[in-house]
């Protein structure tokens, strides 16, 4: 599977986001998602997570509250849905892709990988 993260940009702190992760092929529906995110001098951290179904998602505590992540298996798609973002939240930030059960949290659960969007957030 291809993946092809967008929506990325710079925002003032307190402001909103939504990211987008369009997969390619036919078997989307199979593969649990995650997005991670990487800040520069950083390595790469997990985000959030959604099975296949869609059912119970996985937060970092960094972002509990603030982000949802969901997914539109009729159009091969997961979005990350940022609000209240701070600074911190500055990265370039990456969906993955794996058929797994669960909601998988580390980068070494994942194989495919998009290619990053920046996300900036101003204070």
């Known amino acids: 599977v291809q993946l092809q993260a967008y929506g990325g940009g710079l925002v003032q702190a307190g402001g909103s986001l939504r990211l987008s992760c369009a997969a390619s092929?036919?078997?989307?529906?199979?593969?649990?998602m995650g997005w991670f995110r990487q800040a520069p001098g950083k390595e790469r951290e997990f985000v959030a997570a959604i099975p296949w179904n869609g059912g119970s998602t996985y937060y970092a505590d960094s972002v509990k509250g603030r982000f949802t992540i969901s997914r539109d298996n009729a159009k091969n798609t997961v979005y990350l849905q940022m609000n209240s973002l701070k600074p911190e939240d500055t990265a370039v930030y990456y969906c993955?892709?794996?058929?797994?059960?669960?909601?998988?949290?580390?980068?070494?659960?994942?194989?495919?990988w998009g290619q990053g969007t920046l996300v900036t957030v101003s204070s």
């Open positions: 092929g036919r078997t989307f529906s199979r593969y649990a």
């Open positions: 993955a892709a794996d058929i797994t059960i669960g909601v998988p949290s580390h980068v070494r659960d994942y194989y495919y």
